[in-house]
């Protein structure tokens, strides 16, 4: 019976839930935190909110960042269930100039843990495909023994998306959009823009220290774009996109009948694989399979439930799942700049409104 009656109930909570996110995201605007912002919510049935406020569009393009991630994190454990690999193998099984560094797995990787250098600004730009940075990454000393510091890692993303081009035999923009873009859908989400895609793309904005005003930024050198599929953060979506690939995992693996991983596949790369390291931006999260994880729900997760999962991004973007609630909350912005664009101003308004109705 009860339910039944939350079922009931829900329809009228959400003229409220939707008048809340729009005020909410026009007060951000006003205090001059962006100049808009496409706001999504799903629940495991179908989308229950989905709003631009400010000057941007539903089907605006964003340059998601490290919400990359995650989709990576996907295809490696699709191709787990395929027995094309473990994500306890080590890298060298895949990559062998990793015999260099034998005692790092692909779980090092995954969890930010494998102490891996990144490549100098000079070895990013002069690299065509992502096997080109290997040997930037390889040529450094390990920063600490793997598996015994949590430390946001670009390089360990990176070598990634490289084996999953080994393990598949395809490059990694090929597989996903074969493997989950175009099954799922997601019809503006890439690596390469297309020139139709960058009519649509929404020119980031940075504050004016002199001013406080919003002035237009640029992506950051090298995302636009890059000439090949950075794993770390190379994607453009959409908030309607991004949003089927999280519902996907929400219904732990499916959407709309078909299925993209097992269950078991989903609760893996979505529960603490971190162990007890201390990881993330904020305080309370552990780390899955490339997947933040809240431990302890605080601050800006104090409404999301234990073992919520997402991930953000570099401008402000904000995609996390909380499978208790049920829902998948989706925060679209372009803005540079952020002190900390997991803790925003913007992602507290949104998910105050999006989570207390």
Not at 94 to 103: C, D, L
Not at 144 to 165: D, M, R
Request: proline share 7%.
């Amino acid at each position: 019976m009860r339910i039944l009656l939350a079922a009931a109930l829900l329809p009228a909570l959400l003229p409220a839930q939707d008048a809340a996110i729009r005020a909410a995201m026009q007060k951000m605007i006003d205090a001059q935190e962006v100049t808009g912002a496409v706001t999504a919510i799903a629940t495991r049935s179908g989308v229950t909110h989905l709003a631009a406020t400010g000057a941007v569009k539903k089907n605006s393009l964003f340059w998601i960042a490290s919400m990359t991630k995650p989709v990576v994190g996907t295809a490696i454990l699709m191709l787990q269930e395929e027995g094309k690999l473990s994500v306890d193998d080590p890298v060298a099984k895949h990559i062998p100039a990793f015999s260099k560094y034998p005692n790092i797995t692909l779980k090092h990787l995954l969890t930010h843990s494998s102490g891996l250098a990144e490549a100098a600004p000079a070895e990013w730009a002069a690299a065509r495909k992502l096997g080109d940075l290997i040997p930037a990454y390889l040529a450094k000393p390990l920063q600490f023994a793997p598996g015994s510091q949590w430390k946001y890692c670009q390089s360990g993303i990176n070598t990634l998306g490289h084996v999953v081009e080994v393990a598949s035999g395809e490059p990694l923009e090929k597989f996903l959009a074969d493997r989950l873009f175009k099954p799922l859908g997601m019809k503006s989400t890439t690596f390469f823009p297309t020139a139709k895609q960058k009519a649509r793309l929404i020119t980031p904005v940075r504050q004016d220290k002199a001013t406080g005003k919003l002035v237009p930024a640029a992506l950051p050198p090298g995302f636009d774009p890059e000439p090949f599929p950075a794993a770390n953060g190379g994607l453009f979506s959409t908030a309607t996109d991004y949003l089927r690939f999280q519902r996907m995992i929400l219904n732990e693996g499916t959407l709309d009948g078909k299925r993209y991983l097992k269950p078991e596949s989903v609760r893996q790369m979505t529960t603490i694989q971190s162990g007890d390291l201390k990881t993330g931006f904020t305080p309370g999260n552990g780390w899955g399979l490339a997947w933040c994880v809240v431990r302890e729900p605080q601050g800006v997760s104090k409404l999301l439930s234990a073992g919520s999962h997402g991930h953000g991004g570099a401008y402000g973007t904000q995609a996390w799942i909380d499978p208790k609630r049920g829902v998948a909350l989706l925060l679209m912005v372009q803005r540079a700049g952020f002190a900390n664009s997991d803790d925003s101003p913007v992602r507290h308004a949104f998910q105050q409104a999006a989570l207390s109705q």
